[in-house]
């Protein structure tokens, strides 16, 4: 955003989203049926990514994905898939949007943290 209305317009609307996503996720594995859909592959890289870059980055910080019960599992539900946790590089993720948007990071400092863990259990299973 280059202005703070635009801001604080597109903050409530991205929170907006994310609680309905957090409400339909506590009760089914996928967001449109019992397996995996394209909602989901266009969802994911957006999740993956928000704890990690969106959070501090792009001044997200209402919380993280981390804090959402059902959405943090869903992402971790999501990565252990065979085959997808080798698509994702977080230092590779976090140097490119801290490098490259010099007008939002001008320093192009990249930041340490946050610790991840998708590997944890994510329990989703019985909503299947």
Same mark, same amino acid.
């Given at each position: 955003?280059?202005?703070? @209305?635009?801001? /604080?317009?597109?903050? /409530?609307?991205?929170?907006? =989203?994310?609680?309905?996503?957090?409400?339909?996720?506590?009760?089914?594995?996928?967001?449109?049926?019992?397996?995996?859909? @394209? =909602?989901? !592959? &266009?969802?994911?890289?957006?999740?993956?990514?928000? *704890?990690?870059?969106?959070?501090?980055? +792009?001044?997200?910080?209402?919380?993280?994905?981390?804090? +959402?019960?059902?959405?943090?599992?869903?992402?971790? /539900?999501?990565?252990? !898939?065979?085959?997808?946790?080798?698509?994702?590089? $977080? *230092?590779? $993720?976090? &140097?490119?949007?801290?490098?490259?948007?010099?007008? $939002?990071?001008?320093?192009?400092?990249?930041?340490?943290?946050?610790?991840?863990?998708? /590997?944890?259990?994510?329990?989703? @299973?019985?909503?299947?």
């Amino acid at each position: 955003a280059t202005s703070q @209305e635009a801001y /604080d317009k597109a903050y /409530d609307e991205l929170w907006s =989203a994310l609680d309905q996503l957090e409400k339909r996720l506590e009760s089914r594995r996928y967001l449109m049926g019992p397996s995996i859909s @394209e =909602a989901d !592959v &266009r969802l994911y890289p957006t999740l993956v990514r928000f *704890d990690a870059v969106y959070h501090g980055h +792009f001044k997200c910080n209402r919380q993280r994905i981390s804090d +959402f019960p059902a959405l943090s599992a869903y992402v971790r /539900d999501l990565y252990q !898939v065979p085959g997808v946790a080798e698509t994702v590089d $977080i *230092d590779q $993720i976090k &140097r490119h949007y801290y490098v490259s948007q010099r007008t $939002i990071n001008p320093t192009q400092i990249v930041p340490v943290g946050p610790e991840l863990d998708f /590997d944890s259990p994510h329990g989703r @299973e019985s909503l299947s």
